[in-house]
């Protein structure tokens, strides 16, 4: 099977990560109070990422392993700002629009399939 065929370990890694990034986003703008839930997936997301950049080096991901990289510092400022638990929903909009400017959602992707016991 070729690293980024269907169902191969890169490809359902890094679906599982542009999902979970885009939940956090998701929660984040319709539900701001529920910060807590959100840093804890920032920060999983944040022991994700160095791997997933190596992993798209290796298969040669160029674009997935540049966002990466940019992701990553920002990823340390979001967990900043949220940590902060001063209640003001304006910061976490704030937070949430970066992430979502930041990662190229036309990204085009190796087969996203993931699978089924993750839906």
């Known amino acids: ?5 269907p169902g191969s370990l890169y490809s359902v890694d ?14 984040l703008q319709a539900h701001p ?5 959100v840093l804890e997936g920032l920060k999983e997301l944040s022991r994700l990422l160095p791997g ?6 290796v298969v040669g991901d160029t674009v997935f392993c540049e ?6 510092l920002l990823f340390q400022s979001s967990i900043a700002a949220l940590s902060m638990d001063n209640g003001d929903p304006f910061s ?3 937070v949430a629009e970066q992430l979502l400017r930041a990662f190229p959602w036309h ?7 993931a699978p089924p016991s993750w839906e």
Request: aromatic residues 4%; positive net charge.
């Open 1 to 5: 099977m070729a690293i980024c065929a």
């Open 92 to 94: 976490a909009q704030v």
């Open 14 to 27: 890094r679906h599982y990560f542009i999902q979970l990034l885009l939940r956090q986003i998701v929660e």
């Open 33 to 37: 109070d529920l910060r807590p839930r």
């Open 107 to 113: 990204l085009p992707a190796p087969h996203l399939t």
């Open 67 to 72: 966002v990466g990289c940019d992701l990553r």
């Open 52 to 57: 997933l950049i190596e992993a798209a080096h």
